[in-house]
């Protein structure tokens, strides 16, 4: 079992800036790949960003240009800079990450933080 730790989450003015973290945790684990979702309300869950074990970055087109996504691979650790921030960013940020265990069980496994909010007013 991997758990996932997020925060960073806070309330800023539009334009203002926050730096979310998620740190994973466990035994005998792989990272794949780990991302940042959001959650607004009333809405379907997104993706913000991801980042896969290559390196290569995926962003929604609506954050493009604003945040970035980063790892820190020795402290199994995802990060989303936010800039710029708009009100409507405002939403549950979640980390989720796959993984595959190197002893135990095979295949691979997704587990999600259980996420912080992030607040933008105008």
């Known amino acids: 079992q991997v758990q996932l730790v997020e925060s960073g989450g806070g309330l800023v003015q539009a334009g203002g800036s926050l730096r979310l973290s998620c740190a994973a945790s466990?035994?005998?684990?792989?990272?794949?790949?780990m991302g940042w979702y959001r959650q607004a309300a009333g809405k379907q869950r997104e993706l913000v960003a991801s980042i896969v074990s290559g390196g290569t970055t995926t962003y929604d087109d609506s954050v493009k240009g604003r945040f970035n996504i980063s790892r820190d691979n020795a402290k199994d650790t995802v990060y989303l800079q936010m800039n710029s921030l708009k009100p409507e960013d405002t939403a549950v940020y979640y980390c989720k990450t796959i993984v595959r265990f190197t002893s135990g069980p095979r295949g691979t496994y997704q587990y999600w933080g259980r996420g912080t909010q992030v607040t933008v007013s105008s």
């Open positions: 466990g035994r005998n684990f792989v990272i794949n790949d």
